[in-house]
Nanobody, 124 residues
């Protein structure tokens, strides 16, 4: 069983930064792509960023490109999401997920395991 535990969420003013972490259990972390999604109240779970198993290929949603950076440390079984220039519309619960394949995909159906989520609130 794979467990994913997110941390690093919180309250920040617009223009500020946060760094989310997601620690994964298990010995096969480096074999799979990882992703970050977010869900605001009353809305669907939206893709934010994804990274392939090696950390060399990344994908971003258009509305976070240039502001967010996804990275991973396979030695620590951890994936990160550095969020800069935060906006009130970035407010949501952020989830990390472990993919079913080597690459990181942009749809929730491409992921087999999910964390419990961490709240990010950006005040104006």
């Amino acid at each position: 069983q794979v467990q994913l535990v997110e941390s690093g969420g919180g309250l920040v003013q617009a223009g500020g930064s946060l760094r989310l972490s997601c620690a994964a259990s298990g010995r096969t972390f480096s074999n799979y792509g990882m992703g970050w999604f977010r869900q605001a109240p009353g809305k669907d779970r939206d893709f934010v960023a994804a990274i392939d198993y090696s950390g060399k290929i990344t994908y971003y949603a258009d509305n976070v490109k240039g502001r967010f950076t996804i990275s991973r440390d396979n030695a620590k079984n951890t994936v990160y999401l550095q969020m800069n220039s935060l906006k009130p519309e970035d407010t949501a619960v952020y989830y990390c997920a472990r993919g079913k394949v080597l690459v990181g995909l942009t749809t929730p159906s491409g992921y087999a395991y999910w964390g419990q989520g961490t709240q990010v609130t950006v005040s104006s």
